[in-house]
């Protein structure tokens, strides 16, 4: 093992195993985790990772092995195909989710246990308003079938992942009886005996390139009626429409997608830390006193600003994504009892921290990345592979503007209700003191007050200072004269402001509740500083809206960065063994720099030696193209 790195897990101040099993919501579901990978995979003598029978192999595992609890098919994938993606995400994640809460009982049992399927919902002229999803899906009573049609070019479906062209059972999204509401189908096309039906891939794109997105253009295309998902919504036979609960019911596993890339964002950035981290502690580069030897650069103060504000981000948004998946459980369940009570609170929820996480990850992939200085650049880091895997999810599942957006029509409702002097419950309930105006910043003292509970405090008073300059900044573009829909497109960069605010405040809240809820001291003291840090560092970030919000004063900004520096200084004696109990295995993260042992160069090296250019001493091309050029030369 490399000694720097063994000197770094030396001393230790906390426990990190309580903490892996923490961040797995105990040690049952660790030692779980761990069984799925060492003895269902590493050790499973079929696992074949990277052969063109790895796919029909893990699919054939996971039923043999009864994997359907999604976090644990995650394990499972994620060890099997490490950071990458593979063909049959969106199968796991968005086709059967669709079929288990959209399907009514009689479809459920013919389909689930049998079938493979994408997910059809994007045309090429719309991918985030899905009210105007071209598709149609007409009814003929006479033949009791669906006829499906692209009436125009945009209406093509474009992007569906797992496209598989041999048979294609996947849900669609179209039109069948009125501009306002659609539903769901199953559409079960075998080709290519199935006339009207013009299949394709959509071509390269950034990256992704294991998910084969196709295109999908149907010429009356016949589907029996019973292909219509019916749990919420129905077509008789005699062509009688009965409508569902809701029309957004039909979202359903959008919002469940978008719950899960909470916390996977929070896994994302965690193995980009490991990385950046474990290659800081040993590259040794340049020097801070003349004359001495390299210091790591994990004791540069820029890389420690660089690296564990985002480590101290990894963990918040690992609780985030526990908290947010707990919380579609218990409302999806009341949902499906038939109480929708709670519904636009779960979208507003999903769709905001869903858009604030996979931001802040995105960016934190690239910082991670450049720290690492050239070598973070070679495939052999793999931060290329997982920024280019990682960054669509900013636009797929809701692009992140627009779900802001949708979060802010929730805030703004809110805010409204509030003025009307209703008393409002639930993640928005400080809006409540915005209207009797005990909002008021607290006595701002010289000094910086660092009670995490306080600093939580000022996160709630920045955000609701944010949602009502948004109201008011409506507000004063209707006393102009502006229609409502113009009032608030001229609000829109306020409204994400706000949003971007609440969100902000609510991970925080989720990191200082997990924080009180440890009880080992040890684990409790690091998490402590680690949520501080994030609170710190995000005051940092946004001094302006505290200094706006009247909770912090010019004199306490110095402050701030003084402690910000004084809580870096503290994590980085634990920074190696904050990762570690993140417990990614090498060989799912299949980096090079982010290795457990630390020997970097020693696999650097091998790895290039690796690489097909160098299975020849000379390449083969000298001897094509250019021994014959110099011959004429
Ligand atoms: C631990 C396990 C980890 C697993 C790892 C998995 C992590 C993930 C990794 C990879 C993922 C797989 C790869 C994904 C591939 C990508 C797939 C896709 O992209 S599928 C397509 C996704 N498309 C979208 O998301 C479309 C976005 N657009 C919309 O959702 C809607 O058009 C809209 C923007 C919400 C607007 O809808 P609409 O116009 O109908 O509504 P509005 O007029 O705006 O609002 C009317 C009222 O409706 C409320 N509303 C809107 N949506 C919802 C909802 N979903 N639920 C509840 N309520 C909703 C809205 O709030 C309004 O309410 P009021 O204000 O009127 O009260
Ligand atoms: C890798 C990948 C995989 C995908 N897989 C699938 C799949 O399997 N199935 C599927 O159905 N789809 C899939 N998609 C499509 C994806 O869901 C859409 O791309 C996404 O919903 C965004 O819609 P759009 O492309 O129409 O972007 P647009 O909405 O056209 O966005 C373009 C710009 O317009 C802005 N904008 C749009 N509306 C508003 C508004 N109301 N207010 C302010 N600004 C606005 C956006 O903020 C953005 O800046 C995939 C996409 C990607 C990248």
């Not at 650069?297 to 609780?319: G, S, V």
């Not at 949602?467 to 829909?485: N, T």
Request: net charge negative; glycine share 8%.
């Amino acid at each position: 093992m490399n000694p720097d790195i063994l000197r770094e897990r030396q001393n230790a101040t906390f426990d990190i195993e309580k903490l892996t099993n923490i961040l797995d919501g105990g040690a049952e579901r660790t030692n779980r985790r761990r069984e799925i990978r060492e003895v269902l995979v590493l050790n499973d003598p079929d696992f074949d990772y990277g052969t063109p029978t790895s796919l029909p192999t893990m699919i054939l595992k996971l039923r043999e092995y009864g994997i359907s609890d999604p976090v644990e098919i995650n394990w499972y994938k994620s060890m099997y195909w490490g950071t990458g993606r593979e063909a049959l995400g969106l199968h796991y994640v968005m086709f059967l989710p669709t079929l288990y809460t959209q399907c009514d009982s009689e479809q459920f049992n013919k389909w689930v246990p049998l079938i493979i399927g994408t997910y059809a919902q994007t045309e090429m002229g719309h991918g985030t308003h899905l009210r105007g999803l071209e598709t149609t899906a007409t009814f003929d009573p006479a033949t009791q079938e669906f006829v499906m049609h692209s009436p125009t070019v945009t209406s093509i479906k474009w992007w569906p992942g797992g496209r598989n062209p041999l048979f294609l059972p996947l849900i669609f999204l179209s039109i069948p009886l009125s501009a306002s509401l659609f539903d769901l189908f199953l559409s079960g096309f075998a080709l290519p005996t199935c006339s009207g039906i013009v299949i394709g891939d959509i071509g390269p794109k950034f990256g992704f390139d294991a998910v084969d997105n196709g295109y999908l253009k149907l010429e009356h295309v016949r589907i029996p009626r019973e292909n219509m998902l019916m749990k919420y919504a129905q077509v008789k036979p005699d062509g009688s429409y009965v409508k569902p609960l809701s029309s957004k019911l039909t979202y359903g596993t959008m919002v469940f997608i978008r719950s899960l890339i909470v916390g996977n964002a929070g896994i994302v950035l965690s193995q980009c830390c490991t990385i950046a981290i474990r290659y800081s502690a040993v590259r040794h580069q340049s020097e801070i006193r003349a004359g001495e030897a390299e210091p790591q650069i994990l004791d540069y103060q820029t890389q420690q600003h660089k690296l564990f504000p985002l480590l101290a981000t990894a963990y918040a948004f690992l609780f985030a994504g526990q908290y947010m998946i707990d919380t579609y459980n218990r409302i999806s369940g009341d949902i499906n009892q038939g109480d929708l009570s709670e519904m636009p609170e779960l979208h507003a929820l999903s769709a905001g921290l869903k858009a604030f996480t996979t931001w802040t990850a995105n960016t934190g992939i690239e910082v991670c990345r450049m720290s690492c200085g050239g070598h973070g650049y070679s495939r052999s880091s793999a931060l290329p592979d997982i920024y280019v895997e990682f960054t669509p999810s900013c636009t797929y599942e809701g692009e992140n503007t627009v779900m802001m957006l949708q979060t802010a029509r929730f805030l703004m409702k809110s805010y409204r209700q509030v003025q009307a002097g209703q008393q409002l419950s639930g993640a928005v309930s400080y809006l409540n003191k915005v209207h009797h105006r005990v909002m008021a910043p607290q006595a701002v003292s010289s000094q910086l007050d660092l009670n995490l509970n306080t600093l939580v405090d000022l996160y709630e008073i920045r955000a609701a200072m944010l949602v009502e300059l948004a109201a008011q900044s409506i507000q004063q573009e209707s006393a102009r004269g502006k229609c409502q829909e113009d009032s608030w497109n001229n609000s829109t960069i306020d409204l994400v402001r706000a949003s971007d605010a609440h969100c902000h405040y609510m991970v925080l809240k989720m990191f200082r509740d997990k924080v009180d809820q440890i009880e080992d001291p040890g684990v409790h003291s690091v998490m402590s500083t680690l949520a501080h840090l994030y609170a710190i560092h995000g005051m940092g970030n946004f001094t302006g809206d505290f200094l706006q919000a009247g909770v912090l004063t010019g004199a306490q900004v110095p402050s701030v960065s003084k402690c910000l520096k004084g809580l870096l200084a503290e994590v980085r004696p634990s920074a190696v063994l904050l990762v570690d109990a993140f417990d990614h295995h090498d060989k799912m993260l299949n980096s090079v720099l982010g290795r457990h042992d630390g020997n970097v160069y020693e696999a650097m090296f091998e790895w290039a030696r690796s690489s097909p250019l160098n299975r020849t001493e000379v390449h083969e091309s000298f001897h094509k193209h250019l021994k014959p050029l110099q011959a004429k030369l």
